[in-house]
């Protein structure tokens, strides 16, 4: 997918058009997420399917795909964040309207048109960022040693514990 997309979009024509946009966006030009990341190189992929429901909502489906850089909290070295998260928008024209479609879709409050396209692609990005980027088990530096300390403090616990149960304390003979 290296399509193109534009960078404005009349949403309540490509509703009525059945439209599907297909394309990349760079996520360097997205002002609000590329702060957060350790490197902005990559782009989002889209695929967006807008139309109307059987409900009469009109809405946009699709997917956002992206590779996001953070650094991992635990041991410091980059790691990538995989976000693939559906897309599901119902088009509202004001505020009061969000509430009517909140019940099946995510509001998109269409406030001019042509819309800036970007923009609404990058919150569906940064709905997907983690609070504390951290590595999978596994993946990180940092976590064998801590799971393995873990692991022998359990084992060293567990005769005590069995113990205990065996042998009454001195404090439960009252
Ligand atoms: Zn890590």
Redesign the pocket.
């Known amino acids: 997918m290296t399509q193109q997309l534009p960078e404005h979009i009349d949403p309540f024509r490509l509703v009525r058009q059945n439209r599907i946009l297909s394309g990349v966006l760079p996520l360097h030009r997205m002002a609000r997420l590329a702060p957060l990341l350790h490197s902005a190189d990559g782009v989002a992929e889209v695929e967006l399917e807008f139309g109307t429901d059987d409900m009469g909502v009109m809405c946009v489906l699709g997917r956002v795909k992206a590779e996001l850089h953070f650094i991992?909290?635990?041991?410091?070295?980059p790691?990538t964040h995989v976000v693939d998260a559906e897309v599901a928008l119902g088009l509202v024209a004001n505020r009061d309207d969000a509430d009517k479609v909140a019940a099946h879709y995510e509001p998109l409050i269409i406030e001019q048109v042509p819309t800036p396209l970007l923009p609404i692609i990058e919150d569906e990005l940064l709905l997907a960022v983690p609070i504390v980027a951290?590595?999978e088990s596994g993946?990180?530096?940092?976590?064998p040693l801590s799971s393995i300390v873990e692991e022998s403090a359990m084992k060293r616990e567990n005769p005590f514990a069995v113990l205990a149960k065996l042998k009454p304390r001195d404090g439960s003979k009252n």
């Not at 991992?72 to 070295?77: I, P, W």
């Not at 993946?139 to 976590?143: D, E, N, Q, S, V």
Request: net charge positive.
């Open positions: 991992c909290q635990r041991c410091m070295q790691m951290l590595h993946m990180c530096a940092a976590l």
